[in-house]
């Protein structure tokens, strides 16, 4: 009967090499790394004789995460070098089938961003500009919002950090106020209002905290006119 032997694993060896493992000068090397430089050098070099092929798949890749704008998009092609005409040809097609609609973006952005953080009107129309959706969508978008709807939302707020703030100075408590409400985007006259009115239905005293009704703060032009 012939006995057989076994050698001693040595690390690096081809027996201790795992699964899509293989033995080389430096020892065990996965195999699929050279596959996956061989088919990205070959698809970099299709992408390049095909500019539109890659503009597709950084939309299809940037969409499956999260609904962009066309002018958000249109940056990513820009950034990857991706050629203008190629660029409008893809983002053209994404429109026709509604793979991208700036339009439905603001609407939902609207909603989400109201309801969820309580941004104002204001606030909303701001971030949309940032994401490049045009100034009408904006406009229909922000419409959708009534002023009674920014107050209510306004007057929520207070609502919770009044809760939240009893026990402390009411001058602190009144400027916490205040900043929630200017941090989301609310005019200061508005704010002034509906903080001065949640101190009133506690029982404090507005004025002790600054909110007299002798010098109301007026609405800045360039924020839009005050909802109350």
Partial sequence: MVSRSRRNPRPGAGDEAGPGSAVGPGGARPLFSAGLAGSGRDSDAEQAEDPESLARQICLKMLATAPKTRAQLAAALSRRGVPEEAAEAVLGRFAEVKLIDDAMFASAWV???????????????????????????????????????????????????????????????????????????????????????????????PAAAGLGLEDPPEDDPDEGPSTW
């Fill in 111 to 205: 909603e989400s961003r109201h309801y969820g953080r309580g941004l104002s009107g204001r606030a909303l129309a701001a971030e949309l500009r940032q994401r490049g959706v045009p100034p009408g969508d904006i406009e229909a978008a922000v419409g959708q919002l009534k002023p009674e709807r920014e107050v209510e939302t306004a007057r929520a707020l207070v609502a919770r950090r009044l809760a939240g703030t009893r026990g402390q100075p009411l001058q602190a408590r009144t400027r916490r106020m205040m900043g929630v409400l200017a941090r989301r985007g609310y005019p200061q006259a508005l704010a002034y209002r509906v903080v001065r009115e949640a101190l009133e239905q506690e029982g404090s005293d």
